[in-house]
């Protein structure tokens, strides 16, 4: 079995050399050549047009399929899951994608297939899913503490650290007046973490760094420039 595998990005590019060499990268920790790709567009609202865009993206490079909750989620939620190379979870809101995803046993299903070495992956919300707790923008346009995450990774997660003004401050505030400390992913940065532990940084773009935020401050994560 493969060691259980999470690669969390601070958010995509809207170059597509730089999107694709990040995709590259998370396709790549499956070991296998096409491999199996769920997509889970329930933060985005299931946004079809995004959702299609995704599915044909990846598409020259994966066997690809998305996970609909809505009606209601498919039979044998878990066995389909399990089946899966790499489960990739859009942005959009995280708060109700994890509240959708309990209704359903998902998140149950998501721990089985990370334990069971199926690569789990996302951006923005798709980033802090995994942590205990979150700087997110699920409640309104202003940005808040999270603190009910899946709780695979520990401690709190920020995406969008270079490509949002206010992520940096409030996050940095937040940790120092007591928040759980944990890590920064500016855009186009991927944190990829075997089991429960941070093993790599890796950046599409020259200029982008990931960082460990903690009560004393911000500490810089060089990440290694894909190619």
């Known amino acids: ?4 595998t999470i690669a969390a990005m601070g958010g ?10 990040l995709e590259d990268y998370v396709l790549g920790l499956a070991g296998t050549e096409r491999p199996r790709v769920l997509v889970v567009p329930t933060a985005a ?9 995704i599915v044909t993206e990846f598409s020259d490079r994966a066997q690809v399929s998305y996970l609909p909750f809505f009606p209601w989620p498919p039979p044998d939620l878990r066995r389909l899951v399990l089946e899966q190379d790499v489960i990739y979870v859009t942005g959009g809101n995280t708060a109700n994608a994890l509240a959708i995803w309990r209704t359903h046993g998902f ?6 297939a990370w334990e069971a ?27 808040d503490g999270m603190r009910d995450g899946l709780g695979f990774l520990e401690g709190s997660a920020c995406p969008h650290y270079d490509g949002e003004p206010e992520r ?9 007046e007591g928040f759980p400390p944990g890590y920064a992913a500016d855009d186009c940065v991927a944190l990829r973490f075997s089991g429960t532990e941070l093993a790599e940084v890796v950046s599409a773009r020259p200029d982008a760094a990931a960082y460990r935020v903690t009560a004393d401050g911000e500490h810089a994560i060089e990440p290694r420039l894909l190619g």
């Open 107 to 112: 998140d149950e299903s998501l721990r089985a």
């Open 45 to 53: 609202a299931e946004d079809v047009e995004m959702t299609l865009q």
């Open 12 to 21: 995509l590019s809207w170059d597509e050399a730089e999107r694709r060499r």
């Open 1 to 4: 079995m493969s060691e259980p």
């Open 117 to 143: 070495g199926v690569v789990l992956a996302g951006w923005s919300a798709g980033m802090l899913c995994w942590f205990e707790a979150a700087v997110t923008d699920s409640f309104g346009p202003q940005l």
């Open 168 to 176: 940096r401050p409030v996050y940095t505030r937040l940790v120092a």
